[in-house]
């Protein structure tokens, strides 16, 4: 059995920052690309960022570019997306995927989190 499962979300005030985390079981992740992507009630499913095997190589949107930060330790199989100076329009459930190959399409991804919490209050 694949799964992923993300922790760490909670709530934050507006500028803060947080720390969520993918953990994987069942795949050996450091074959995968990993995606976060994130959505509030009532919109779509929204690319946040991705990251490659190695780790050198990652993608943001244009949203969270310049405040958040993707990593990966493939020994641990999780994967870590940093966020800073976050904004009430950050809120939603954000969640990971796993990916043979980069894509920023949530339709293409194989293996889904079901997701965590981040509320970011003004």
């Known amino acids: 059995q694949v799964q992923l499962e993300e922790s760490g979300g909670g709530l934050v005030q507006a500028g803060g920052s947080l720390r969520v985390s993918c953990a994987a079981t069942?795949?050996?992740?450091?074959?995968?690309?990993v995606g976060w992507f994130r959505q509030a009630p009532g919109k779509e499913r929204e690319f946040v960022a991705a990251i490659s095997w190695s780790g050198n190589t990652r993608y943001y949107s244009d949203s969270v570019k310049g405040r958040f930060t993707a990593s990966r330790d493939n020994a641990k199989n999780t994967v870590y997306l940093q966020m800073n100076s976050l904004k009430p329009e950050d809120t939603a459930v954000y969640y990971c995927a796993a990916r043979r190959e980069y894509s920023d399409s949530a339709s293409l991804y194989d293996y889904w989190g079901q997701g965590t919490q981040v509320t970011v209050s003004s």
């Open positions: 069942g795949l050996t992740f450091s074959r995968y690309y």
